[in-house]
């Protein structure tokens, strides 16, 4: 961003005089953007004092007053704003003492005091930016030293990526696979190349995967699912500050880079397991070794676990790791897989509780793991983890219960300008139009606003149709959908319910 070469051409020529202020208005995103660390940590160690005034007005994150009011941006963008005033006194060193103070409302409101405020009456908050990230906005760091104490996902899966960029999704991914096959075939490619894709939020679609009209494969964890039984964790590392964090999910496919949303961070997707490599594309990176014997009977793979993670686990629970799921596992052996790790670990991270009390780090670095040596909890998390997997993969039984209807006969078509929610009324329940005429009955207010990955599901894929006509399969999947979401909800009072007491020990 030019702006960043401005402010560094700034910060060189104060260098090169020894003194100076260097004051800029500017992109707000070099405060907590991840990718800017270094940048923040060569400010502090060049200035000695930093000043921050935060303008906000980010339309992109549809930013509002910490009181719910209206906060717009001083200009005519999209992006939020900060003046930085960055001073250099003679003699003195960093690292430089940071101030920080937000301006929030209206842009009339803003000019005023902008206007008339000065630096010297201005109720700066001292900060103290501390590693890896450096940031130049506040950030409750009383849990910090707890939360690092966790595993790092990351770390637990050592292989993983962000998803696949097509760089050009109208000619690449289709919403049947039929549609997909006619993209190959427009494309000059085989039919053989159409594989299945999580493209958003429950929003499985077909994509022709081929690197020469795929941008990025991410082959080398891709791989992973093509044709094989095989989970991915997906997960996110960076959102907006103001966003809602629900950002974790489960796919048996190739994951898209947006399938979750964010203004800032892209999503990341972790295989459970890894598959020998075939000979077609012979791979001989780092991705292909692993210390776990194979597991014939699933076509060899090996677990996508790091050892030094399965022992801290294995000596907490006092459990024996088995790498592989055989008949003699059960609730109450003595010993756990890679699938119970799985889903403890969904059930963490589907904890209101913990993505309340860890919401500072969980927008800013990838999400951590807390360990139990408690093995009743982690039996049970495993359990209620187990079920969320199977709803979200829409492969519980429970899912064909529905509690929505679709009652009024139609062409089925999402019209121009919908979906509509009309909430619950006298003698009606809130209803989700896709036309004038038919729409979804039985849709609560909060499933209608429950979001995963920063989508409100429900709207999301409807609107993604906008202008298609919805199929008996699609009918069927956006009331699975709801199902699933609704005992989503459910599950996940459920593990706050079973964990008693935070910190997990």
Known sequence: DDYVKFIRFGQWRIEQSGQGILAFISNNGYLDNPT?????????????????????????????????????????IMQGVAIGIFVKQPGKTGPAKIYHADLWGTRVKKYTQLFQQEIEVTEWEHLKPQLPFYLFVPQNTDLLNEYNQHWKVTDIFPVNSVGIVTGQDKNTIGFSQAEAIKLADNLGLQSELVKRILYRAFDERFIVYDRQVVTRDRFEVMRHFLSQKNRGLIFMRQVALHDTYSHFGVSRFLVDNRAFYSNKGIMS??????????????????????????????????????????????????????????SEVSETSEVFTPEDIFHYIY????????????????????????????????????????????????????????????????????????????????????????????????ITPELWAFQIGGYQVLDKWLKDRRERTLSYDDLTHYQQTAVALHQTMNIMAKIDERIESWPIE
């Open 36 to 76: 800017f660390r270094g940048m923040r940590r060569s400010l502090m160690e060049t200035f000695s004092e930093i000043f921050i005034l935060n303008l906000h007005g980010n339309a992109n994150q549809k930013e509002t007053a910490p009181d719910g009011s209206t906060d717009q941006n001083v200009f005519d």
């Open 347 to 442: 059930a963490i991270f589907h904890s209101p509780t913990y993505r309340q009390r860890y919401a500072e780090f969980l927008k800013i670095d990838f999400p951590r793991v807390p360990l139990t040596s408690d093995t009743a909890l982690f039996r049970d998390l495993v359990a209620l983890g187990e079920k969320l997997v199977g709803l979200h993969l829409l492969e519980s039984p429970a899912v064909a219960q529905f509690i929505t209807r679709y009652p009024v006969a139609g062409d089925n078509t999402v019209a121009k300008g919908y979906p509509k929610y009309v909430p619950p009324k006298a003698n009606e329940a809130g209803r989700v139009y896709i036309n004038k005429a038919q729409y979804f009955d039985s």
């Open 269 to 326: 997707s972790a295989p459970l397991y890894l598959y020998p490599t075939d000979d077609a594309r012979k791979q001989t990176s780092m991705f292909d070794i692993s210390v776990w014997p194979p597991d014939v009977a699933n076509g060899g793979r090996t677990p996508n676990l790091n050892p030094q993670f399965v022992a801290a686990m294995a000596q907490k629970l006092g459990l024996t790791f088995q790498p592989f799921q055989t």
